[in-house]
């Protein structure tokens, strides 16, 4: 292990005597979730318009190499809003809603919506690093809810429209979807919440990672998947848009 992957191990230790090793978090204890809940109806028209086109939409594995362990057959499909600091300005403009409720989110570091499609399942694994927490928004949740759910650290938690789920992805942790239709969470990072000093060491491991050559490598993918993908799905978000009106 070099230094900064001792410095990370050391600091992840104080972290979760911070918070007592935590899986799932009281959604109260964050005052920006209703926010973001209470424009959920807007997130999910969005979605719905790029859900026309889904099979335009790229595999995790195809932006994110690492995920290649985890997924292999583009069914768990992804549409990037925010990562590592950097707006992707494109899918700004084509989620301005959704783009206006993340900003509502404090120590944002990425966001994405997150397609699973119908039989699809996310073996155990965990996240890279406990100074982020993650935010799930249910937005498109096959009935009954319990055909899709997530386990984190032995604890057990189920999507639903419109409400929200915090978690610690540093837990070992897996997804399913065992409906034969999309399930579709809004996906956030966020810089979790600490005393100032830990914060402070946690805002310099954050910005360290958005410097590492997996980060510049998922940007460099992003980048070419929308100079190969971007004009048609633009063409067809502007038909369903035609369709609607």
């Known amino acids: ?28 204890a964050f005052p920006w979730v209703p926010e973001v809940e209470a424009r ?100 498109k949740i096959p009935k009954p809810e319990t055909q899709c759910g997530i386990n984190v650290g032995g604890d057990d938690a189920f999507w639903e429209e419109g409400k929200s789920l915090i978690f610690d992805d540093s837990h070992m942790h897996h997804a399913w979807n065992r409906s034969d239709e999309e399930r579709v969470v809004l996906f956030v990072d966020f810089a979790r919440p600490l005393p100032p000093q830990l914060a402070k060491t946690n805002a310099y491991m954050l910005s360290s990672f958005s410097k590492s050559d997996l980060m510049l490598d998922a940007a460099k993918r992003w980048t070419a998947w929308e100079a190969v993908h971007g004009a048609a799905l633009d063409q067809h978000l502007a038909g369903h848009t035609a369709l609607q009106a």
């Open 40 to 139: 959920w109806k807007s997130i999910r028209l969005e979605l719905d318009r790029l859900l026309s086109c889904v099979e335009l939409l790229p595999g995790f594995e195809e932006i994110r190499a690492e995920q290649e362990g985890l997924t292999a057959d583009r069914r768990w499909k992804i549409f990037p809003l925010y990562a590592i600091g950097q707006r992707l300005d494109g899918n700004e403009r084509r989620c301005p809603e959704t783009m206006l409720a993340l900003k509502s989110i404090p120590g944002l570091q990425a966001a994405m919506f997150s397609v699973l499609q119908g039989k699809k399942e996310i073996p155990p694994h965990t996240g890279p690093y406990a100074g982020v927490l993650r935010y799930h928004l249910g937005l």
């Open 1 to 28: 292990m070099n230094a900064m992957g001792d410095m990370k191990a050391q600091f992840e230790e104080v972290i979760h005597a911070v918070d007592g090793n935590q899986t799932f978090f009281d959604t109260s």
